[in-house]
């Protein structure tokens, strides 16, 4: 993950995840190693005709950020909003990845929760 600055704070993730389908049309990842950064996640893909298809993502993320309590409450608001950015940046490029080998064409949204 590219280091996050903002500020006087720099975060640099480290994670390892293990993903794997325990449904056919279930994508599910998890932590499965060491760092300071950790994800659980789910991906389900349906159907919503022959070019279309609904893709629902939860993810969870936690991390490890080692500063002091005054300087967390000012940066907490900030590094979840560059999170939620990131999230978002990355659905829109896996929209235009599944676009580009089967031309279709959709939105991406995302959902806290």
């Known amino acids: 993950m590219a280091?996050?600055?903002r500020?006087?704070?720099?975060?640099?993730g480290k994670y390892e995840s293990r993903y794997y389908f325990p449904a056919e049309n279930v994508l599910e990842w998890r932590p499965s190693g060491p760092g300071n950064l950790?994800?659980?996640?789910?991906?389900?893909?349906s159907a919503q005709g022959p070019r279309e298809t609904r893709v629902g993502f939860r993810q969870s993320i936690e991390a490890d950020i080692e500063i002091n309590w005054l300087l967390a409450a000012l940066a907490g608001p900030i590094v979840n909003l560059e999170m939620q950015r990131r999230i978002r940046r990355y659905l829109e490029r896996a929209r235009q990845a599944l676009e580009a080998m089967g031309g279709a064409s959709g939105t991406a949204s995302s959902r806290r929760g």
């Open 38 to 45: 950790r994800m659980h996640g789910r991906a389900e893909f």
């Open 3 to 5: 280091p996050l600055t």
């Open 7 to 12: 500020g006087p704070v720099t975060f640099r």
